[in-house]
């Protein structure tokens, strides 16, 4: 633990040493696997695609590439400072370090809540498909919150164990997720598609007031189509988080980074181009549109039908089920990531920092667990029924949860710049520490202001509570961490003035 750069502190005795999780337990494969099944593949193309399309029509590819775009700048400096801050707390590390221990807690506890919020969406997004597709396999019409239930129950289990069990059942997902969407794309090509292939789509100016969307939902909203884009990506960030566990970490977070956002960029414009050729530049806005009426279960399912045969539909209903799943674990673990560091540096209650004989966080984890059922109760008091848990759970939570991480990612950019003009002025570079960050924190602004401006788009309901108060809840979330910061800094200044400053290990230049 370090108080101060440069300055080497006084070993700990046994009694102070803070838990720790399990070194060297990942290597580059298993971080990926981490973070790309966190983004998601087979989720975000069946949810997020049909939602970029409501906003942006036939323009979703652009809008997927305007979202790569974005989001690889921001990655040049988190990358830079990932490099020199290993821990993990993640983004809240890298906040305290930059801007402050203030809003550096305010982060901490804004996107640890803004993680189980994904949790528990994601899982209102499985239990969606799982209910559709048991329906369609067996005749078999079950509640779709136990699904939901049950879900996090299995999730709750595998948390407590090693990282490693987590890391196998996510890469299992990862592969067959790719597999099937790309033989899906195959068989759209081969066919030319339902009236050839067009470029039109990977046009940027097509992601703002597209005509397709206009003409079929009334309105053209690219807030709501960058809603989708970067929901896709959330939890590309999470090889820090993952340091403590990984084998050589500094190395590590710039592969996986770099490999998760630009090769899900890639993936998520092919797929979302291979969705809007295979119903036609029109016809993509009327298949999604006839989803939400709850006509089909999923756009995709159609296709996968007219161009490849009715075996790749029950392929994409299983993994509709699976891959929601492993999803909405890898957004449990790292949210449960953050309430340790949290709690192992006197932010969050003491016992959330003990680890099980397997070094998992198993204390935050079984938090995590209570707090995300607590959020799926609460969805399903409002809406019990399927629809509702695909269209409130699955749309509300994360509307709220990618508007907090948004604003989270702009202030790591701005500590980004200051932790390398005053701490780490050594490592300072003219574009990966200043031109990028700038650009990445713009991209992040911009994409709120545009969410906040089109949530009424997307809910269906602007005067609902939950939407109508959305931005101020985010920023209740952050001043509740920052009050807590305030507190420690009147109350018990030794432990202030250690937040954020847990090291998994010397920080060095890597190569």
Not at 194 to 199: F, I, P, Q, T
């Amino acid at each position: 633990m370090a108080v101060q750069e440069g300055v080497a502190p006084a070993a700990p005795s046994a009694s102070e040493t803070p838990h720790r999780l399990a070194s060297g337990a990942l290597g580059l494969p298993g971080v990926i696997f981490c973070i790309v099944t966190g983004a998601a593949p087979m989720t975000a193309m069946l949810f997020n695609v049909p939602v970029a399309v409501m906003g942006a029509g036939y323009g979703a590819p652009a809008a997927f590439l305007l979202a790569t775009l974005a989001l690889t700048i921001f990655s040049v400096g988190y990358i830079a400072m990932s490099r020199r801050v290993t821990s993990a707390g993640g983004f809240y590390t890298f906040v305290t370090r930059g801007l402050g221990r203030i809003p550096g807690v305010g982060s901490g506890v804004l996107i640890a809540l803004c993680y189980m919020l994904f949790s528990a969406s994601v899982i209102g997004v499985m239990g969606y498909f799982a209910a559709t597709s048991i329906d369609s396999w067996f005749g078999v019409d079950i509640p779709v919150w136990v699904y939901m239930f049950g879900a996090l129950a299995l999730m709750s289990v595998l948390a407590w164990f090693h990282i490693e069990l987590t890391t196998k059942v996510l890469g299992v997902s990862l592969v067959a997720e790719v597999l099937a969407l790309v033989i899906l794309a195959v068989g759209i090509f081969a066919h030319g598609g339902a009236d050839g292939l067009s470029a039109k789509p990977f046009n940027p100016a097509e992601a703002f007031g597209n005509s397709s969307a206009s003409h079929t939902f009334g309105a053209a909203a690219a807030g709501v189509a960058l809603f989708a884009a970067f929901w896709s990506w959330v939890g590309f960030e999470m090889a820090p988080n993952y340091a403590e566990e990984s084998r050589d970490p500094h190395r590590i977070a710039k592969a996986a980074t770099y490999g998760s956002v630009i090769g899900l960029g890639v993936l998520y414009m092919f797929v979302s181009y291979t969705f809007v050729s295979g119903w036609g530049l029109n016809g993509a806005a009327e298949a999604v549109k006839k989803q939400f009426a709850g006509d089909i279960a999923s756009a995709f399912y159609p296709l996968a039908e007219t161009f490849v045969g009715h075996w790749l539909v029950v392929v994409f209903q299983v993994l509709a089920i699976v891959s929601p799943f492993a999803c909405a674990m890898a957004f449990y673990n790292t949210g449960a990531r953050y309430l340790f560091s949290l709690a192992r540096e006197g932010v969050a209650p003491a016992p959330l920092a003990k680890t099980s004989k397997h070094h998992s966080p198993a204390a935050a984890s079984m938090t995590v667990t209570v707090l995300v059922g607590l959020i799926v109760l609460g969805f399903t008091v409002y809406d019990s029924s399927t629809e509702g848990a695909l269209l409130k759970l699955g749309t509300w939570a994360p509307l709220m949860g990618v508007f907090g991480i948004l604003g989270v990612q702009a202030l790591t950019s701005f500590a980004v710049i200051r932790y390398f003009l005053t701490t780490a002025r050594d490592g300072f570079h003219w574009f990966t520490t200043l031109v990028a960050p700038v650009i990445g924190a713009a991209a992040m602004i911009g994409a709120m202001y545009l969410l906040m401006e089109n949530r009424p788009a997307l809910s269906g309901d602007a005067e609902v509570p939950f939407i109508k108060y959305l931005p101020e809840a985010v920023v209740l979330m952050f001043l509740l961490g920052a009050g807590i910061a305030l507190w420690l800094r009147a109350k018990k200044p030794a432990q202030y003035e250690v937040l954020g400053h847990f090291e998994h290990a010397d920080p060095v230049d890597a190569v």
